[in-house]
């Protein structure tokens, strides 16, 4: 009798051909899945006419003249200050209704702090949205 121990032999698992197969089946499954959108609910959306003008926003037009003066649409401000201005920007506001876009029209030779005051005031009215006006080479305004 052979009473000698054997060695045994550890069990070598081969992992490559595995991963192999993994990938081959994963590259398969891409490729043969179709992906559709699924929603919960089927609903018509309305039409809209692709020509129809938006509303025009409502304009409150600020004048800065060369000496730094205000004038809020075709009102002429007697004080420089920005609370003053401030509240003729929230009575304009008001008269026009909803959001309102203030256009400042300031002199060339306006002071740069007139604008900044006009900006400020603005802010303070709750109104954010501030465009400058500019004239072309023609001479026509633009804003």
């Known amino acids: 009798m052979n009473f000698r121990p054997r060695l045994k032999e550890e ?9 192999d197969v993994l990938l081959v089946i ?4 891409m490729l043969s899945t179709t992906y559709s959108k699924f929603t919960a609910l089927q609903v018509t959306l309305p039409l809209a006419d692709a020509e129809q003008l938006q509303e025009k926003p409502r304009e409150i037009v600020v004048a800065v003249s060369p000496e ?3 004038a809020v649409g075709q009102q002429t ?4 200050g ?3 201005l401030a509240r003729a920007l929230q009575d304009a506001a008001r008269a026009a209704g909803g959001d309102s876009v203030v256009i400042i029209s300031a002199d ?5 702090q007139a604008v900044v005051s006009v900006m400020e005031a603005a802010r303070r009215a709750g109104l954010a949205q501030i465009t400058f006006a500019t004239q072309t080479a023609g001479g026509a305004p633009a804003h």
């Open 11 to 19: 069990p070598e698992i081969n992992l490559i051909p595995f991963i």
């Open 26 to 29: 994963l590259i398969f499954l």
């Open 68 to 70: 730094g003066r205000y």
């Open 77 to 80: 401000l007697e004080g420089r």
């Open 82 to 84: 920005v609370d003053l």
């Open 108 to 112: 060339a030779a306006a002071p740069h």
